[in-house]
């Protein structure tokens, strides 16, 4: 009869055991789940942002991008400036890139400092597709995948922290990165709207920050993409 009792007592404690680190887990993750859920419905709202990248994916190629995206005014504005590490290359490169998309056409500014007009736009770097992506919550290749950190990250809480004057929290994301390993990526998520405004990415060494969402961006665009108003005419 003892050792009945004492079996029941063991079986109990551990039944309490494993109920208590289920929900702690259970709970743990689904305030990570939520807070990204606000941030997938917030970016759904987004339709201007300015968004900045610094990084050595290659090894040996450092990356510096900008984006400014207005999807109202259908305006997408892209820097690059690639250059290769002392030693890596010879002889060493050092690529700038300075393009519009406005309206379905693509300039591109030339060496001399002028624009020329491409024949063909490429449509993937069009406001069109960027404010399609954001509007069905799918990832942009620009502002931080969160529907893929959402479905297979793994969240976890940090700390407060400011970026560009803006409070925000940041959140430690573990996903299956490029070739089967693991990647840990950062992000930092507004305390009040939900919208990020930095993020980390470990095995590309790379800083990404995120501003401008929803403000009328200045754009200093190419003369030709300017259309001018046409003129009233009077007939008699």
Request: charged fraction near 20%; aromatic fraction near 10%; hydrophobic fraction near 35%.
């Amino acid at each position: 009869m003892r050792e009945h009792g004492w079996a029941w007592m063991v079986g109990r404690l551990l039944a309490i055991l494993i109920l208590g680190l289920w929900g702690a887990s259970f709970f743990g993750k689904g305030s990570g789940e939520k807070e990204f859920q606000k941030t997938l419905d917030a970016l759904k709202q987004v339709h201007s942002f300015r968004a900045s990248y610094s990084g050595m994916p290659s090894g040996y190629l450092h990356n510096d991008l900008l984006w400014e995206v207005d999807c109202e005014r259908e305006i997408v504005h892209q820097q690059r400036h690639i250059r290769s590490t002392p030693a890596s290359t010879d002889p060493p490169i050092d690529m700038k890139e300075d393009e519009f998309y406005v309206a379905g056409k693509q300039y591109e500014r030339m060496s001399d400092g002028a624009w020329s007009q491409m024949r063909v736009a490429w449509q993937g770097g069009s406001a069109k597709w960027y404010c399609v992506n954001l509007g069905q919550g799918a990832d942009s290749d620009v502002l931080p995948p969160i529907a893929t950190m959402l479905q297979r990250g793994i969240l976890q809480k940090g700390d407060k922290k400011t970026v560009n004057g803006v409070r925000c929290r940041e959140w430690l994301v573990t996903i299956k990165g490029p070739l089967a390993n693991l990647e840990h990526d950062t992000v930092c998520i507004g305390l009040e709207d939900h919208l990020p405004y930095e993020m980390t990415v470990d095995w590309q060494g790379s800083h990404s920050s995120f501003s401008d969402y929803n403000t009328t961006i200045q754009f200093d665009l190419p003369e030709a993409a300017v259309q001018p108003a046409a003129a009233p005419t009077n007939s008699n």
